[in-house]
């Protein structure tokens, strides 16, 4: 949903750059997330870093979102620019380790099975964000409750990963 309302959003709040100069630097931002997941799902275990992204990706949300409810003051294009740059950077971290940690859990005779049904769930979770994100700008006038309601599913996830039985990082895959 904030690859879709991202634009939106920076092209009528003041981010203190031009819109197109903010996309572009979350844009930006997004290689060193990659990088970060490459990293942490090596070097940690896939759990308290899904939970992690998730914690950081709801602070992050939410931030934007009261810096876009507040940006007639001064200070708000920071917060939003900040915002921006860390859910830019967290969501790619945790795409990457959660797909990892996906592809781990399943036996061998059903790992691309399970993983494909988990990467559809995203698909379809992609494909109704934007209806999502729309829907909640007409009903509420202002691009602020999308946001804050990611923050919410944001930390939802937090709790849920916490629910995960499997720890994958280090162990054999062997089936």
Same mark, same amino acid.
């Given at each position: +949903?904030?690859?879709?309302?991202?634009?939106?959003? !920076? %092209? /009528?709040?003041?981010?203190?750059?031009?819109?197109?100069?903010? !996309?572009?630097?979350?844009?930006?931002?997004?290689?060193?997330?990659?990088?970060?997941?490459?990293?942490?799902?090596?070097?940690?275990?896939?759990?308290?870093? =899904? =939970?992690?992204? /998730?914690?950081?990706? *709801? $602070?992050?949300?939410?931030?934007? +979102? *009261?810096?876009?409810?507040?940006?007639? #003051?001064?200070?708000?294009?920071? =917060?939003?620019?900040? @915002?921006?740059? !860390?859910?830019? #950077?967290?969501? /790619?971290?945790? $795409?990457?380790?959660?797909?990892?940690?996906?592809? %781990? =859990?399943?036996?061998?005779?059903?790992?691309?099975?399970?993983? @494909?049904?988990?990467?559809?769930?995203?698909?379809?979770?992609?494909?109704? @964000?934007?209806?999502?994100? %729309?829907? &909640?700008?007409?009903?509420?006038?202002?691009?602020?409750?999308?946001?804050? !309601?990611?923050?919410? #599913? @944001?930390?939802? /996830?937090?709790?849920?990963?916490?629910? &995960?039985?499997? %720890?994958?990082?280090?162990?054999?895959?062997? +089936?």
């Amino acid at each position: +949903g904030v690859l879709y309302g991202l634009p939106q959003v !920076v %092209e /009528n709040v003041e981010t203190g750059t031009t819109a197109s100069t903010s !996309v572009l630097l979350g844009a930006i931002w997004e290689l060193p997330g990659l990088a970060a997941g490459a990293l942490f799902g090596t070097w940690f275990r896939r759990l308290p870093v =899904i =939970i992690g992204c /998730n914690v950081g990706l *709801a $602070c992050a949300l939410g931030f934007f +979102g *009261a810096g876009v409810s507040m940006s007639h #003051m001064w200070y708000a294009h920071y =917060i939003i620019q900040g @915002a921006i740059l !860390v859910i830019k #950077m967290l969501s /790619n971290t945790a $795409c990457v380790v959660v797909y990892q940690y996906a592809s %781990e =859990i399943y036996p061998p005779a059903a790992r691309t099975t399970g993983s @494909a049904i988990c990467v559809s769930g995203g698909r379809l979770g992609a494909i109704l @964000a934007p209806v999502f994100f %729309e829907s &909640l700008a007409a009903y509420t006038g202002h691009f602020t409750a999308f946001f804050l !309601v990611a923050s919410a #599913m @944001a930390t939802l /996830n937090s709790f849920l990963a916490m629910l &995960l039985p499997f %720890e994958t990082a280090g162990k054999s895959l062997d +089936g």
